[in-house]
């Protein structure tokens, strides 16, 4: 490519973020990614950025050993490297500066990924989320709700999808009024049915009240909504702003529903603070953790500083209240924000998740995610500065709601189909651009962009590796005994997500993972299980009656005892190409997989656990010379440990 | 390195073994550490053979198509095996490569076994029981017998307590069987305001590291403590004096602080109207997390010296009956694998704790919620509980115990049916007859099956270091502690036992094999150094 002045840079030196240590290697660049490839053969590491991937770029003031380059990451990653010669530094520095910014669409990744498959294969992918199917599940249309064909042609609303449902006695005329008297014309549509009680949430913007307008379609719409719930005569209208700013908005022609114009609505103020808020307590959670050698003082001052854990309970209050008045009173809901795509789709997203199990699946989370985000209109591109960027609209209210998710999945660890892997994962792809599905900011550009035909659909690949993914506690049985999930909100059980905000940082994280062992283990009794059942088939084959009494005798057992450290693994020994794989993809992270589609497993987690990894105390320095001892792979995914 | 891993053919089929008065017998040959095993794997009457290696006394081998074809299909060795009772065997193995295989092993895992033994003899050599405290007149809170090393004798080790606070002079705690460095513990010396000195404890302390190389003083007090400690007639070792010691000083809180920091965290924990802020500024403000945080820190600064750089340790603070056990035991739990069983975990507390003379009477009189005044009140044992489940967290595997062990420790410390954790020391226990009157709570625990929920289902024991993270981020408040009254709970224990559920069907059609193999490799560990570590805790 014509920005990439310097392609390969050597004698680059990689310093720890945390630690003295630094690795030497060679630094390259190319059209999508920058490579670090560590020069000591032995454990040469790599690191694969994607371009996409970075948010800032600095360079740092000269030093003795070279110019100082620190890139952060969009996915918490940052690097710092010291390149030998400024020349070099200001090339690569220049070089990503162009390409992190792509000025147009078909600049990003997603445009020149190829995974490798045909047509029909990224058609199919495309088809996997239909949520015509998924309203259909929930009971949608019904006597009381139907499908309206108004916004076909994106005209009421350009931001919405071409298909919304609204109540029957919902006319064309009081949808179109409605809209008019709605922030950028986002008028109450059903986002989910809850078919026990009839009840329905619904979502929109704010209405263009100011200090005394009215809208009688707009009220009609209200009056409908309530109408088609006979378990109820009143609906909430949740205002998830805090009430200050409603106030405030009413200045500039905007506001909230007066509850003397609307018949038997109950109004209620909620408190999520707006994008601005969101962003600056992320910086400071981030400055936070990243600093070297915390104290645990300085941590918790750090993290109680920065607000976020108040506003993760915050989102979190908000989705249960909502999910209370639907699944207790039989209540509709109706949820605003401003205008309707960031807390609404939080707090949208969140209840329906604490109210209905099939959120719960892995398919049903995709489900989740492409109705309440991407179709009615969160801003990807923008809240995650996709291109052409305006600082000011970039914030983490995605990330939010992947982490309110995790909070619950500390809670209830048997109640969620798919492990945090899977929620960083999609944080991960959120902002790689390498998959089409995030791209623009609604359904209606993304239509424009020709995405289905041009890009890959992210669903799919993730089904395709969704052994990874997968919670080994998750219980089916817990969905029917807690078919609604009741989170408690007790301060303490908030907690930071070390795995999603420190995920690059090897040190800190556990050395073996309960999750990773129970997942081999379950995979391990379902081979047995299919072994002993084509033993059984094949011995009735030849017509001899297996009787159930007698114990099944797996064929491993057949072979005298192996060796104790064989045993250590519990499941069958991968051969060692197949651990160096597993182990490669650790290390390139996620950009690496793509080109080894066919692969399994990988996961970030696991590190070696090494006394120079954790910073104990001011021993280090006095004994310079030691040497270090090496690192034993004891077993993929579980302990690498110093002997 | 372990002795298997000399093994460069484990097994071989079709092998066949001659031997004086019985006819040729096709099998399987198998080596393992200890052991060379043939088995002609018939189910009934089949017929085995079993000999240790240490009885090989020599070995020969021959192999027919030695030059030619390497890999020709009819290759075939002889090897004779001639033991040290006289008995000569002859094995036929199948396979040139696998008979030479099997030949080198044996002979390499025989000259390996011997020089272990030797090793252990080595260090064994450098350290004797001492009796010196027998009618606990030397120091009170130690137990009767005590371990020093060899070139010590009792009367320097009398000199030396009298130079120490409380008589706790330096002491054996553990020694590390890789490479011989051990961690020592004591109390402060007492070198007071005009730098006293004690030749004997310098010659003590010159003796643990056998002259030549350089050892390490923790010392749990900061630099300026151990300063102001002189003027009460305490002190720390200076660098003239032992001349061979580093000394490192790392702050811990101790007593009265630490009790408070639990007061004030079991108040916030259960103060249900927080909001997170609040509850995040109380949390840091009980300060429990930095006691966890750095107590976790020292150990693996001790562990660091002994493991990684080679070198012995003394810690100690000031009384050297709370942090310096504390400290001392979390070390041996990342450095020891035997530790990490739920005999040996038992072990260690025995006599880290309670042999090693940790005041429980006096430091769990009271718990939280009590109104009387503080005394001597002081949770290190808590701490240290704490601490080791921090250890689990990050390597779950890696204990053999589970966390309701712990939980049902830290309820047996404050109030106990046994007499395990009765008074302050040993010689306390023996004036009152505990040993006589009460029953021991480890021998209930493990005795006669260990039940199932102090068991850890993933246990795999692992022979190396456990290094945890202690970056602020890694540690957790120990929920099923401070936290095991609420609703919460409950879901945590169906997941626990969803855990097990997947563990017990893996086990039960994997076989039984599993399990018996890691019994195995439990007292393949329990080496005759632990063993005799264990006698001195039941004498």
Redesign the interface.
């Known amino acids: 490519m014509e920005h990439i002045r310097t392609p390969k840079v050597e004698q680059v030196k990689l310093l720890d973020r945390?630690s003295n240590k630094s690795v030497t290697g060679t630094l390259h660049l190319t059209a999508t990614h920058l490579i670090f490839v560590e020069s000591n053969s032995t454990s040469a590491q790599e690191i694969w950025i994607l371009h996409h991937h970075i948010a800032s770029v600095e360079k740092l003031s000269l030093t003795t050993s070279g110019c100082p380059l620190l890139i952060q990451c969009r996915n918490f990653r940052l690097v710092h490297f010291v390149i030998p010669r400024e020349r070099d530094c200001h090339d690569i520095y220049s070089s990503l500066l162009r390409l992190l910014r792509p000025v147009s669409y078909d600049e990003l990744y997603a445009f020149s990924y190829n995974p490798k498959q045909n047509d029909q294969q990224r058609e199919e992918g495309w088809q996997l989320i239909d949520l015509a199917a998924e309203f259909e599940r929930m009971g949608v249309p019904c006597d009381q709700w139907q499908l309206t064909d108004v916004n076909r042609e994106y005209k009421v609303c350009k931001t919405y999808p071409r298909d919304v449902y609204v109540p029957i006695t919902a006319s064309k005329p009081i949808i179109v009024g409605s809209s008019k008297f709605r922030s950028k014309g986002r008028f109450p549509v059903l986002t989910y049915f809850y078919q026990e009680k009839k009840a329905a949430v619904c979502r929109c913007s704010q209405p263009l009240s100011g200090f005394s307008a009215r809208c009688l379609e707009d009220e009609h719409m209200l009056q409908a909504i309530s109408k088609a719930n006979h378990n109820s005569r009143y609906i909430y209208v949740m205002d998830t702003r805090p009430k200050l700013n409603a106030l405030a908005n009413r200045a500039a022609g905007k506001g909230y529903e007066n509850e003397d114009n609307y018949s038997n609505i109950r109004f209620q103020f909620v408190g999520i603070e707006n994008i601005h808020v969101m962003r600056g307590s992320l910086q400071k959670l981030l400055e936070g953790?990243g600093t070297r050698s915390?104290?645990?003082?300085?941590?918790?001052?750090g993290?109680?500083n920065s607000?976020w854990?108040?506003h993760?309970?915050a989102i979190m209050d908000a989705a249960i209240f909502l999910a209370k008045a639907v699944t207790v009173e039989g209540a509709s809901v109706l949820v605003h924000c401003s205008d309707g795509w960031d807390r609404t789709a939080q707090v949208c997203a969140l209840g329906s998740l604490l109210m209905d199990p099939y959120y719960r699946t892995i398919k049903g989370f995709m489900v989740l995610i492409e109705k309440d985000w991407i179709s009615f209109g969160h801003k990807f591109a923008d809240r995650c500065d996709q291109l052409d960027p305006d600082p000011k609209e970039v914030s983490p209210i995605f990330t939010q709601f992947l982490e309110c998710v995790w909070q619950l999945t500390e809670?209830?660890?048997?109640a969620f189909e798919f492990s945090e892997w899977f929620l960083i994962q999609i944080h991960e792809h959120v902002h790689s651009c390498q998959f089409g599905n995030f791209l623009g900011n609604s359904q209606r550009q993304r239509e424009d962009l020709q995405l289905k035909e041009r890009t890959y659909s992210l669903w799919a690949h993730l089904l395709s590796e969704n052994q990874n993914y997968l919670n080994?506690?998750f219980?089916p049985s817990?969905a029917e005994s807690h078919p609604v999930l009741e989170p408690?909100t007790?301060?303490?059980?908030?907690?930071?997500w070390?795995n999603m905000y420190?995920q690059y940082?090897r040190?800190?994280?556990?050395?073996?993972?309960?999750l990773k062992?129970?997942l081999t283990?379950?995979e391990?009794?379902r081979e047995?299980?299919g072994t002993?059942q084509a033993l059984k088939t094949k011995l009735q084959k030849f017509g001899v009656n297996t009787s159930p009494l007698k114990p099944q005798?797996?064929p491993?057992?057949c072979?005298?005892?192996?060796?104790?450290?064989s045993?250590?693994l519990?499941a069958p020994l991968l051969s060692r190409k197949e651990v160096q794989q597993e182990e490669d993809e650790e290390v390139f992270g996620e950009e690496a997989r793509e080109d080894a589609p066919a692969s399994t497993g990988g996961e970030r987690t696991v590190e070696g656990?090494?006394?120079t990894?954790?910073?104990?105390?001011?021993?280090m320095g006095?004994?310079g010379s030691?040497n270090?001892?090496g690192v034993?792979t004891?077993e993929f995914g579980?302990?690498r440990?110093?002997? | 390195m372990e002795l298997s891993e000399h093994i460069k053919t484990a097994n071989v089929e079709a092998v066949t073994l001659r031997r004086p008065f019985h006819p040729a017998l096709r099998g399987t040959l198998c080596v393992t550490s200890h052991h060379l095993l043939f088995s002609d794997r018939k189910d009934e009457a089949s017929r085995q053979l079993l000999i240790l290696i240490k009885n090989i006394d020599a070995i020969e081998k021959s192999v027919e198509n030695l030059f030619g074809y390497p890999r020709a299909v009819g290759s075939s060795g002889t090897i004779t095996i001639k033991c040290k009772d006289l008995l000569v065997l002859q094995l036929e193995i199948p396979g040139m490569e696998e008979c030479l295989n099997i030949a080198s092993s044996i002979e390499v895992l025989n000259i390996v076994i011997t020089s272990h033994r030797q090793k252990e003899r080595l260090l064994w050599d450098r350290w004797r029981v001492s009796k010196v405290n027998s009618d606990y007149s030397v120091c009170p809170s130690y137990p009767s017998a005590v371990i020093v090393p060899r070139e010590v004798d009792d009367d320097k080790l009398i000199r030396s307590a009298r130079f120490r606070q409380g008589g706790r002079f330096p002491v054996l705690s553990y020694c590390h069987h890789r490479n011989g460095m051990v961690i020592m513990r004591s109390s402060q010396p007492l070198t007071g305001a005009n730098k006293k000195r004690c030749k004997e404890d310098e010659l003590l302390l010159q003796a643990v590291i056998d002259g030549s190389e350089l050892g390490y003083i923790i010392d749990l007090r900061s630099a300026q403590q151990a300063q102001q400690a002189r003027m009460t007639g305490g002190g720390f070792e200076s660098k003239s004096c032992y001349s061979h010691w580093k000394r490192i000083h790392r702050h811990h809180e101790r007593g009265k602080v630490v009790q408070e920091s639990l007061i004030k965290l079991v108040e916030v924990c259960s103060d249900p109207s927080h909001t997170v802020d609040r509850w995040l500024s109380k949390l840091e403000n009980s300060k429990w997390l930095s006691h966890v945080h750095s107590a976790l820190s020292t150990a693996g600064l001790v562990v660091e010296c002994v493991e990684r750089d080679g070198h012995s340790v003394l810690v100690h603070g000031s009384e050297g009956t709370d942090n310096t056990l504390l400290v001392s035991s979390l070390a041996q739990l990342i450095l020891d694998p035997a530790s990490r069983t739920v005999t040996g975990f038992l072990c260690l507390l025995e006599r880290e704790w309670i042999q090693a003379g940790h005041p429980f009477q006096q430091r769990c009189a009271h718990s939280v919620y009590s109104h009387a005044r503080l005394k001597q009140e002081c949770p290190s044992f808590l701490l240290l509980l704490d601490c080791v489940w921090q250890v689990w967290r990050q390597f779950p595997l890696a204990l053999e115990f589970s966390e309701a062990l712990l939980l049902r420790l830290a309820q047996e410390v404050y109030a106990s049916n046994y007499g395990t954790f009765l008074c302050n020391s040993e010689q306390e226990r023996c004036a009152a007859g505990v040993k006589e009157n009460t029953h021991c709570l480890f021998q209930s625990l493990l005795k006669p099956d260990i039940e199932e929920q102090y068991l850890n289902p993933l246990y795999e024991p692992t022979d190396l270091a456990i290094w945890p993270s202690v970056h602020p981020q890694s540690l957790q408040l120990w929920t099923g502690m401070f936290l095991r009254w609420t609703k919460h709970a409950q879901n945590m224990e169906e997941a626990r036992e969803e855990v097990w559920r997947i563990v017990k069907e893996h086990r039960e059609r994997a076989g039984p094999d599993r399990t018996n193999n890691t019994l195995s490799t439990h007292c393949d560990t329990l080496t005759p150094f632990e063993n005799l570590m264990d006698e001195l805790t039941i004498l």
Not at chain 1, 294 to 301: I, K, R
């Open positions: 945390f953790v915390l104290s645990m003082t300085d941590y918790l001052v993290l109680e607000g854990l108040r993760i309970k809670q209830f660890p048997q080994p506690l219980s817990f408690s007790q301060a303490y059980h908030f907690k930071f070390r420190n940082d040190s800190m994280h556990p050395r073996q993972s309960i062992h129970v283990l379950q391990s009794n047995l299980e002993v005798t797996p491993r057992e072979s005298l005892p192996p060796r104790p450290q045993l250590i519990g656990s090494s006394a990894e954790n910073s104990y105390g001011e021993l006095s004994f030691k270090e001892p034993v004891l579980v302990a440990m110093t002997c």
